[in-house]
């Protein structure tokens, strides 16, 4: 009886193999053609990497997302070779596998990575509409700095203190920012107040003088001075003057100066700055005892 068992058994293995020894013989045409196909696909998907790398490099200059796109391309005629070898084979229900697998991977990454993804499509669209380069400054949320670098989910910036920032892109994207570089000018403005018993015709004269000074002034752009308020013990009033806005610094440099030559012109023409003044008065009384 077990001779029987184990006869059937080699009998079955042997008309297994069989059937799949037929089916390979017939479909040898169909593999070659399938190897044919990838071979085929893996050239062309090469040379569209480095057209479609070509075309990005005349749009955009950043390297990241122009291996990105190009990586994607690559991968995208790569897929279509396989799945189209896979048809040619008669595999048609492995193609709709994976297909449905890949779908499923997607949404779960998707939800799984809203914040990545948010932040990896605001570098896309932030390497395309360039709102601001490498070296720029630029201030956002509260941060100044230079920017050093941008990837495709931060942007590092390097502040005046040598402190790096990496901010998400989701935030430089969708926050306002205050790009300095791109506007070549800027206005440096600075409150200084005076006594009571000052001429102010000459205080607005001396100021002007001041003002001119300034290092980097737009000469076609006139200096002003105004009196805007009458303080607590001083006149106050606002001079501005426009620079040119080469770096991070020239603001600075120029607000400096502005400083320095107003406090300079107020002590040659004895114009004072006062100091706060603040009057106390205690309404009660101390009553001395006699004898104490």
Not at 21 to 27: C, T
Not at 64 to 74: D, K, P, R
Not at 131 to 156: M, Q, S
Request: proline share 3%.
């Amino acid at each position: 009886m077990e001779e029987i068992k184990l006869t059937n058994t080699f009998v079955l293995l042997q008309e297994k193999l069989n059937s799949w020894y037929e089916v390979a013989i017939k479909g040898i045409p169909n593999i070659i053609v399938a190897l044919v196909v990838i071979c085929v696909f893996i050239l062309l998907a090469k040379t569209i990497k480095e057209t479609v790398k070509k075309i990005l490099d005349r749009f955009t200059k950043t390297n990241s997302v122009n291996q990105l796109f190009s990586t994607l391309a690559h991968l995208t005629v790569l897929l279509i070779g396989l799945f189209t070898a896979l048809e040619i084979l008669g595999l048609e229900k492995a193609v709709t596998s994976l297909l449905a697998g890949a779908g499923v991977i997607g949404l779960a990454l998707g939800f799984a990575f809203q914040e990545i993804a948010s932040n990896f499509v605001s570098g896309i669209l932030i390497a395309f509409q360039e709102p601001y380069k490498i070296g720029d400054i630029v201030e956002v949320d509260g941060t100044v700095g230079e920017v050093t670098r941008i990837e495709l989910r931060t942007t590092c910036l390097t502040t005046y203190q040598g402190l790096e920032v990496f901010i998400p892109n989701k935030d430089m994207f969708t926050k306002a920012i205050i790009n300095y570089t791109s506007t070549p000018r800027r206005r440096v403005d600075l409150d200084v107040g005076v006594t009571y018993d000052a001429d102010l015709r000459k205080v607005e004269s001396v100021v002007k003088e001041a003002l001119e000074m300034t290092p980097d002034r737009i000469s076609y752009m006139p200096v002003e001075v105004f009196f805007h308020e009458f303080g607590d013990s001083s006149i106050n009033l606002s001079a501005r003057v426009w620079v040119e806005y080469a770096s991070g610094v020239a603001f600075f440099r120029a607000r400096h100066a502005v400083v320095m030559n107003i406090k300079q012109k107020f002590d040659d023409n004895n114009i004072t700055i006062p100091f706060p003044i603040r009057t106390l008065d205690f309404s009660n009384k101390l009553e001395l005892q006699e004898g104490a």
